[in-house]
């Protein structure tokens, strides 16, 4: 097993962490990750552990070779493979590590509503670009969108329903697998009701049977 480590924690609540990843984190000498991260992880972990919170992603470097004896954990919400550090990290550490995957904030949403995802296109709008319109039009079933303040869920159907697009169901997962997890239910026709701002969420645009584009 690496000494460097990219460790997936799931949704959030620590019960939808792997087994894999829990005794990676109790192994740890030092775990990396954002404030909500490790608070998350902190239970887990030993009571010998360092924990460091990062604020730009480039501090992640400067303490993996400033701790070169110590076995290190680097914490990412959800799975490695969906929009994580993990390219970026393949790019900057000079040494290799390994991935622990996870399960997905938008795996955990689909589990809850009892649907199948594989229809979907899945993407990000978290602070990117992504021409979701044309994407919309293009699949099978809707999107799944990681969203963010200015990408919000409101202001995504707003630019749908402009588009063109009718009969959209649009379900809002915020804060998935927390106490305070909310499942929002809305119908494209209803986007100027929804409110302005969202917890920490997942968004699934999906076409209903009658769905029509104009």
Same mark, same amino acid.
């Given at each position: 097993m690496s000494r460097v480590m990219v460790v997936s924690i799931g949704p959030g609540n620590v019960d939808y962490?792997?087994?894999? *990843?829990?005794?990676?984190?109790?192994?740890?000498?030092?775990?990396?990750?954002?404030?909500?991260? +490790? &608070?998350?992880? @902190?239970?887990?972990?030993?009571?010998?552990? !360092?924990f460091y919170v990062y604020k730009k992603i480039t501090e992640i470097k400067e303490v993996v070779e400033k701790e070169q004896k110590k076995k290190i954990s680097i914490l990412v919400s959800g799975d490695?493979?969906? #929009? =994580?550090?993990?390219p970026y990290l393949k790019k900057v550490l000079r040494e290799e590590f390994d991935i622990i995957p996870g399960l997905s904030s938008f795996q955990y949403l689909f589990s809850k509503i009892g649907e199948n995802w594989q229809d979907f296109?899945?993407?990000?709008?978290?602070?990117r670009k992504l021409d979701y319109i044309q994407?919309?039009?293009? &699949?099978?079933?809707?999107?799944?969108?990681?969203t963010d303040e200015e990408n919000n869920p409101k202001q995504? *159907?707003?630019?749908?329903? &402009?588009?063109?697009?009718?009969?959209?169901?649009?379900?809002v997962g915020e804060?998935?697998?927390?106490?305070? !997890?909310?499942? =929002?239910?809305? $119908? +494209?026709?209803?986007?100027?009701?929804?409110? !302005? @701002?969202?917890?920490?969420?997942?968004?699934? #645009? @999906? $076409?209903?049977?009658?769905? *029509? #584009?104009?």
């Open positions: 962490i792997s087994q894999k *990843a829990k005794e990676r984190l109790e192994q740890s000498d030092f775990v990396l990750g954002s404030r909500r991260q +490790i &608070e998350d992880v @902190r239970s887990i972990c030993s009571v010998t552990t !360092e490695s493979g969906y #929009y =994580s550090l993990v296109f899945i993407g990000s709008v978290h602070g994407k919309f039009r293009e &699949e099978n079933r809707g999107l799944v969108l990681l995504i *159907a707003k630019n749908l329903w &402009e588009a063109g697009f009718r009969e959209v169901d649009i379900i804060n998935l697998s927390y106490q305070e !997890e909310n499942i =929002s239910y809305y $119908k +494209i026709e209803d986007w100027e009701i929804m409110p !302005e @701002r969202f917890e920490m969420n997942v968004c699934i #645009y @999906r $076409k209903g049977e009658e769905n *029509a #584009y104009l």
